[in-house]
């Protein structure tokens, strides 16, 4: 299964931008799914999951700003990310678990796809 995530770019302080990670077949609704972002130096952060029931985990620094939803019959999963601060500037990574796994741990995020910019300007 490979992931592609598109949705990345410029915005200002305060604006909003849409992250979008497509699955290459159907067995989307068998794994979770998450975002993860990393910046130059730093180790790569966990953002926010979404199991295969729906439940959801988010990082406190972006808890009431981000937004993470999935769509199963789009083999998609989205991150909404709303009052983009500064530090949100990173490269955004999707993954998923192993089929079968329902668990929000980032632990259990062993397959990436390919990372979108963002760049949030002050």
């Known amino acids: 299964v490979q992931l592609q995530a598109s949705g990345g770019g410029l915005v200002q302080a305060g604006g909003s931008l849409r992250l979008s990670c497509a699955a290459s077949?159907?067995?989307?609704?068998?794994?979770?799914v998450g975002w993860f972002r990393q910046v130059p130096g730093k180790e790569r952060a966990f953002v926010a999951a979404s199991s295969r029931a729906g439940a959801t985990a988010y990082a406190d620094s972006v808890k009431e700003r981000f937004t993470i939803s999935r769509d199963n019959a789009k083999n998609t999963v989205y991150l909404q990310m709303n009052s983009l601060k500064f530090e949100d500037t990173a490269v955004y990574y999707c993954a998923r678990s192993r089929l079968g796994v329902s668990s929000l741990d980032p632990r259990n995020f062993n397959y990436w796809g390919q990372g979108t910019q963002v760049t949030v300007s002050s």
């Open positions: 077949d159907g067995t989307f609704s068998s794994y979770s």
